[in-house]
């Protein structure tokens, strides 16, 4: 593994990436590179945000500096699209070995009505996916729940 993608959009979930895949990066003296995604759903007239790329910039920027202490030079990458699809393209598009997303642990229903960017891009990207799961509440069982 030369080079390492993180998906990171400044959740929790992402903020376990972000150490998983900055461990990966070091052990292995990979370079890491970090996409955030400002997602559109087409519009009548052109795309519609969700949400404003200044927030995406800010995620960019918090990852960069979280990453200098332990990687330097992290590739920042801005995108805007489908998340799922803008974070294979961006790593298909800079031959990165490795996607590193984290995974909101959404139920089976969940998944069904908001679907999942991780799993998507686990089952269509052409690099190795990691998935980072969000830990489990203590003292749960774990599992789907509806």
Known sequence: MNKILLAYDGTAQAEAALGVAAELA????AEIGVVSVVPMHPGRIGGDPWDDASVHEQELL????????IKPRAQL??????????IERTAAEHGYDLIVVGSRGLSTIGRLLQ??????????AKA???VV????PAGGEGGDQL
């Open 133 to 136: 799961r969000p830990p489990r």
């Open 77 to 86: 990458h801005r995108a805007t699209g489908d998340p799922a699809t803008e």
């Open 26 to 29: 070091t052990k292995l003296g």
């Open 115 to 124: 679907g999942s960017i991780s799993e998507h891009v686990a089952t269509h």
């Open 62 to 69: 918090q990852a960069s500096e979280r990453l200098a202490a």
């Open 128 to 130: 190795n996916v990691m």
